[in-house]
Every structure is written in C-alpha cells, then in structure tokens.
DNA sequence: CCGAATCCTTGACGATACTG
DNA sequence: CAGTATCGTCAAGGATTCGG
C-alpha cells in the first residue's frame, strides 16, 4: 500500500490529492500534450510572438511539414495557440500563443534554464560513467 | 531572418544566447532525457523518499519490468539517481534520487501544478472544438 | 504560401519467459 | 527480489508527392 503519508518535505507539496499515477496525473496530462519532439519548441518559440507556418518551419530546422502541421493542429486543439488565416493570395496563416499556451511556457521557462546551466553536467557525468563502467569491466 | 533582437516581455528573459533549436537548446536536452513515458513519474515518486524496484514497479501500475529496469539505468547514467544494492538474501535494491534529480524534479513541480488547475480546461476546450468542427461539417 | 496524403523507417513500449 | 532476453505491436516522425 501506497499509504496517505504527506511528507512536508517532498517539493511537490503537502497538498497531494491526486493520484500520482492515475490518468489524472498532472505528469501524465502534461506528457500527453507536451511529451513529442516539437511541441516544446514551437510554443518557445512563439513565446516571441506570433509567426507564420514557414517561418516556424525555418525556425525549428529539421522539423517536416508534415509534423509541423500535425503539431500545431493538436496545439490549437488543446487550447494552447490560435490559428488566424488571412485571405490574401496566397494565403497567410498566423499562429499565436493563446493566455493558456502563454502561462505553460512560462512554467517551463525555470525548468529550461536549469537545464541549460546543469544538463551539460550530466552530459560529462554520462562520460564519466562510461568510463568507469569499461575500467570496471577491464579490471 | 530571425533578427536579433531580444524582447523584454518574453518569459524567457532577454538573455537568449543559446541557438534554442539547435542540440544545445535546453528544450531538447530536457526532452530527451525526460521526454519518454515514464521517467517523470519515476523521479516523482523518488522525491518521497528512497524506493526498492517492485515498489516502483507496483507504485507506477502499468510500466513493465523490462521498461522501468531500462528508464532507471537511463537516469543512473544521467547522474539523476543513485542506485544502491544491499546483498541481502534475496538482494534489494534501492532508488534515490541524487541532489541533481531533487534539483530538476522540484523545477517541474510548478509545471505539474499548473497542470493539474489547467489541463482540466483544456480537455474541456478540446470537447468544445470536437463539437464545433462537427458542427462546421455538418451545416 | 499553406498544408493534406501517402509510404516507409525507427524505436518505445508491452508480454512472456528465463536467470541469479 | 531484481533483473535480462526475445519477440511483437504501434505510433511518431521523415521523405516525397500533390492540391487549393
């Protein structure tokens, strides 16, 4: 059993409700909706303001048409950006980043600096362990 | 062309000297060590305390042996977790995070927070856009 | 310019069986 | 108890082609 112990201490909170690891998981909702290769990306970079479909294309170099396409649809889907089509020829398509979309990408803002100052770390760490692993598997 | 400015409502600070879409940006560092399915709710669930492998495995109900034994190797390379045997009869083994994954699990709890007050919404937008696309298909 | 449609590769993940 | 090995499934994503 899990048991309902609230621990003071656990960053989360006290406050722990939901079920870790039920579908309501915010871990899980967030995953779902952010979890692919690009979505991250695509909302940073519309953090700058609105932009349109190539030149996020540009952007974000190596993503494909197709999956950028597919990307922002279930973004717009999800509340997270809006999708404005102006009718000139040819067309131009604009996306933004609704209030919803804008409050996540902060969220993430704390994260993404962490990162950039410590992943580099655990990137030297990794080769400290590979290292460590071949001598242990030498000797 | 992308310019060089830097404006200063962007949530990501103005400080903006990382390429954010080349290997070296943060987003994607985060998402390939974070991105898969399961290692959130693993670093989570290790923000309560130290934990033995089938209490992870009985705690996180729909991950397999095989994929928790892979994403907890993955996160020990990482430097994110500490993995500790005690040679018991039968062995055990113990989980815990190190200062790096205490680190990085407390910057996603506002996110996860964020979440859990407004993904709800989101999945009721989404209902909402289901019914208005049928709608704009059928009339 | 903005995308949809198609085909294909890749690898994450699950189920099962087996080891120490 | 704590894994490893093997096989099979499924969907994300890339390349290319076509339409409005």
Request: neutral net charge; proline residues 6%.
């Amino acid at each position: 059993m899990v048991t309902n112990r609230k621990p003071a201490d656990n960053p989360f909170g006290e406050e722990q409700g939901f079920d870790v690891y039920s579908d309501s998981c915010p871990a899980r909702l967030v995953l779902d909706h952010l979890g692919d290769k690009w979505a991250l990306l695509i909302l940073h970079r519309l953090a700058f303001g609105p932009r349109r479909f190539n030149a996020l294309r540009r952007d974000i170099s190596g993503i494909s048409q197709k999956v950028l396409s597919q990307v922002l649809k279930r973004l717009e889907r999800d509340g997270l950006l809006t999708r404005t089509v102006t009718p000139t020829v040819p067309v131009t398509v604009e996306y933004a980043l609704t209030q919803m979309g804008a409050q996540l990408t902060e969220r993430v803002c704390p994260l993404l600096r962490w990162a950039e100052d410590n992943m580099p770390a655990i990137l030297g760490a990794q080769d400290a362990y590979d290292v460590k692993q071949a001598a242990a598997g030498t000797g």
